[in-house]
Nanobody, 127 residues
Framework: QVRVVESGGGLVQAGGSLRLSCAAP????????????MGWFRQAPGKEREFVAI???????RYPGSVKDRFTISRDNTKNMVYLQMDNVKPEDTGTYYC?????????????????WGQGTEVTVSS
């Protein structure tokens, strides 16, 4: 199974910034990267994996209220890359961040509808 590779995590103080990167294969679930909906999700210890940001093939983005106006997802289709710019981070942003491709047709922000997960990248925000 093809998987993405996430990177860029680390320790950051509250109020600081971090930029995560996701290197994706050229093809996932029957779609080329440029035609894939990509998402960032995060998982804190003992909690479910939750949606953080989604970007469509056309560049349309969507965020939950908890990160809206603080996080920005972007993509570079020439490099098969997805990025997550995290600004004004908070301790509750701590967790393992995963990048994935949506494997179903139709709108969804549920983790179970995404796949090709990598190993994740750890983000720790200190207060």
């Amino acid at each position: 199974q093809v998987r993405v590779v996430e990177s860029g995590g680390g320790l950051v103080q509250a109020g600081g910034s971090l930029r995560l990167s996701c290197a994706a294969p050229g093809r996932m679930f029957g779609h080329t990267f440029s035609n894939s909906v990509m998402g960032w999700f995060r998982q804190a210890p003992g909690k479910e994996r939750e949606f953080v940001a989604i970007i469509g093939w056309e560049g349309h983005t969507r965020y939950p209220g908890s990160v809206k106006d603080r996080f920005t997802i972007s993509r570079d289709n020439t490099k098969n890359m997805v990025y997550l710019q995290m600004d004004n981070v908070k301790p509750e942003d701590t967790g393992t961040y995963y990048c994935g491709a949506r494997r179903i047709n139709g709108p969804s922000d549920r983790a179970e509808d995404f796949g090709s997960w990598g190993q994740g990248t750890e983000v720790t925000v200190s207060s």
